[in-house]
C-alpha cells in the first residue's frame, strides 16, 4: 500500500500559469517536507511543516507557497511558473523522534 | 567546501563483486545518516540509516560511519544489476528543527552482468 501519495504524477503548465501539487500520507507522520530535484542534482529542500508550523529555506523563491490543511494533507503552489520551475517535485514524510524521511512518487511538472 | 560529498562516479562493478559508495561530511556535530537509492527518473527510497560509530548490516547493504573521520559508507556485497541506481548520502543537521537532510550530490553505480 501506498503510504507517500502524490497526485498527479505528471503535470504541465503553461509559463505564468498557476499550478498545485498535492500529497498526502497514511503513516500519521507529523513533519511533511518538499523538495525539488532537478536532473542530476541532489534534492533540494523547499520547506517542511513540523506540524502546523510552516518553516521556509531562505533560499526558496516567494513563487513556491505551501499549506498543510491537516495532518495527511499538504499542497505545493506556484504561482507563476516559470520555464526554470520545471523539475520533479518530491514529498516526504517523517516522525519527529527520528526523522526518517519517506519520500511519494514525485510529481514531474514541465513548463510550456 | 561542501557540507556533505560524494564522488559522482560513474562507479562500475561486475555482478556478484562488493560495491562500495564512500560519503564525507563536514559537521561534526551530525549525528544521523542515512542512504537512499534513487532509479533513474524516480524518487530516492531509503535504503539504510545509521547513528553509532560502526557498522550496520541489512540483507546485503551495509552501512559503516566513523565519527571520528567525518566518514559513512555503504558496501552492497554480491551486486545485482537491479543494483545500478544513484546512491544519494544525507546527513540530519545537527542545528535545524525538522530534520534537515543535507544531500550529496549522489554516486552513480553500474552493475555489469
Known amino acids: 500500500d501506498a503510504m507517500v501519495i502524490q497526485n498527479p504524477r505528471y503535470q504541465v503548465t503553461q509559463f505564468g500559469k498557476p499550478v498545485t501539487l498535492s500529497c498526502s500520507q497514511t503513516?500519521?507522520?507529523?513533519?511533511m517536507y518538499w523538495y525539488q530535484q532537478k536532473s542530476s542534482q541532489a534534492p533540494k529542500l523547499l520547506f517542511h511543516?513540523?506540524?502546523?508550523?510552516?518553516?521556509n529555506e531562505a533560499d526558496t523563491p516567494d513563487n513556491f507557497q505551501s499549506r498543510r490543511p491537516n495532518t495527511s494533507f499538504c499542497f505545493l503552489d506556484i504561482r507563476s511558473p516559470g520555464l526554470g520551475d520545471a523539475a520533479m517535485y518530491l514529498c516526504?514524510?517523517?516522525?519527529?523522534?527520528?526523522?526518517?524521511?519517506?519520500f511519494g512518487p514525485g510529481t514531474r511538472l514541465t513548463v510550456t | 567546501q561542501k557540507e556533505v560529498e560524494q564522488n559522482s562516479g560513474p562507479l562500475s562493478v561486475p555482478e556478484g563483486a562488493i560495491a562500495s559508495l564512500n560519503c564525507t561530511y563536514s559537521?561534526?556535530?551530525?549525528?544521523?545518516f542515512f542512504w537512499y537509492r534513487q532509479y533513474s527518473g524516480k524518487s530516492p527510497e531509503l535504503i539504510m540509516f545509521i547513528y553509532s560509530n560502526g557498522d550496520k548490516e541489512d540483507g546485503r547493504f551495509t552501512a559503516q560511519l566513523n565519527k571520528a573521520s567525518q566518514y559513512v559508507s555503504l558496501l552492497i556485497r554480491d551486486s545485482q544489476p537491479s543494483d545500478s541506481a544513484t546512491y544519494l548520502c544525507a546527513v540530519k543537521s545537527p542545528y535545524n528543527q525538522g530534520g534537515k537532510l543535507i544531500f550529496g550530490q549522489g554516486t552513480e553505480l553500474s552493475v555489469k552482468p
Open positions: 503513516l500519521n507522520h507529523n513533519v
Open positions: 511543516y513540523y506540524d502546523k508550523d510552516f518553516n
Open positions: 516526504a514524510t517523517a516522525l519527529a523522534t527520528n526523522y526518517e524521511q519517506y
Open positions: 559537521d561534526r556535530g551530525s549525528q544521523s
